[in-house]
C-alpha cells in the first residue's frame, strides 16, 4: 500500500513540471524568435511606407536608385539619367539618404582634387598600321 500512494505522489508531480518546462519553451521561444521578427517587420514597414521622392534606396536585389515616384504598392525609381524602372514597395531593403539630408563627411582631411597623381605606365603599347 505504501507503494502505490508514493507512486501517486511522485507521478502527480511530475506532470506538473513537465507543463512548467514546456510554458518556459514557448516563453523562451517567443522573446528569443518572434517577437524580434515582428519589430524587424514593423520597422521596414514603417521605412517603405516614409518613402518619398527624392531619397536614395537600395532593393533587395542590391539595386541602388533614387525615388521618383510613389504609388499604393508601387515605388518608381530613377536607377541612372533618364531611365526609371518600377519597384513594389517590399523590395526596397533600405534608404541610404533621405531627401534633404546631407551625408557627413568622414573624420580627417578630404582629399585635395587638384592633387596629381601619376599614371602608371602601360606595357600595351598602340600601333598604328598605315596605308
Avoid: C, W
Wanted: glycine share 10%.
Amino acid at each position: 500500500m505504501r507503494e502505490a500512494s508514493y507512486a501517486q505522489a511522485a507521478g502527480g508531480g511530475g506532470d506538473f513540471s513537465f507543463f512548467l518546462i514546456i510554458a518556459l519553451f514557448f516563453a523562451v521561444f517567443y522573446f528569443f524568435m518572434i517577437r524580434p521578427q515582428q519589430k524587424r517587420r514593423r520597422e521596414a514597414q514603417d521605412m517603405q511606407n516614409t518613402l518619398g521622392p527624392g531619397d536614395q534606396i537600395v532593393t533587395i536585389g542590391g539595386l541602388h536608385g533614387t525615388v521618383t515616384g510613389v504609388a499604393d504598392g508601387e515605388v518608381l525609381l530613377e536607377i541612372s539619367p533618364g531611365v526609371e524602372v518600377r519597384f513594389a514597395r517590399p523590395a526596397i531593403a533600405k534608404v541610404v539618404q533621405k531627401s534633404g539630408e546631407v551625408i557627413p563627411e568622414p573624420d580627417g582631411p578630404a582629399p585635395d582634387a587638384e592633387t596629381d597623381v601619376d599614371e602608371p605606365e602601360s606595357p600595351v603599347t598602340e600601333t598604328r598600321k598605315q596605308d
